[in-house]
């Protein structure tokens, strides 16, 4: 369960995004050296306790995190019965755009270096993202992500350290995550967290999953900008 740290500043954030309004929770710690914003997998939320997990690892190391819906409760709920919006990437992509723009118009957000962190699918939407906003986004970490999906002509133009992290047993991701891999021209590096799914369910998996994402983040965030 998360320990939220006495210093820090927590909110619930509405997010424009075109005619779409995004629920998100934003949580600064005191000095905050940079930010993370999440972009959870297909049928998550801003609630996915692997994600809010490894978000209050990131908020112990000095980062801002901003966990948010990328789609609105209606398109949800539809996307349950349809599954219409969980694979569409761009659109995700755009709502993660949208995401970093809200957060350059918000004084205590502005000036700190920036990164996503994805899930599943929402890796892809990280990447996209990335590609767009190359002046932006510092570095990008993927969990058990689906990199693959953010298509060919989109990888290479990711400039923004990216971490890509998959489970030893999740053999069929891990062969999609050294494709894409090969395929990027960033800064980037493939971790394997042996023995593990793709959910990372197993012990001391996710907390593994955590200590990767924040050594990232803290290199390519914290530390390119003290330096």
Known sequence: MKQPLASQVEREVTIPAERAALT??????????????????SGSSRHSPRNVWVAAQLQRAGIATLLFDLLTGAEEERDAHTREHRFDIPLLGRRLVHATRWTDTQPDLATLPLGYFGASTGSAAALVAAAERRDRVRAVVSRGGRPDLAGAAVLPRVAAATLLIVGGSDETVLDLNRRALSAMACEKRLDIVPGASHLFEEPDALERVAALASEWFVEYLVVETAS
């Not at 929770?25 to 930010?35: N, S, Y």
């Open 24 to 41: 998100g929770d934003l949580t600064v710690p005191a000095g905050a050296k940079g930010i993370v914003l999440f972009a959870h997998g």
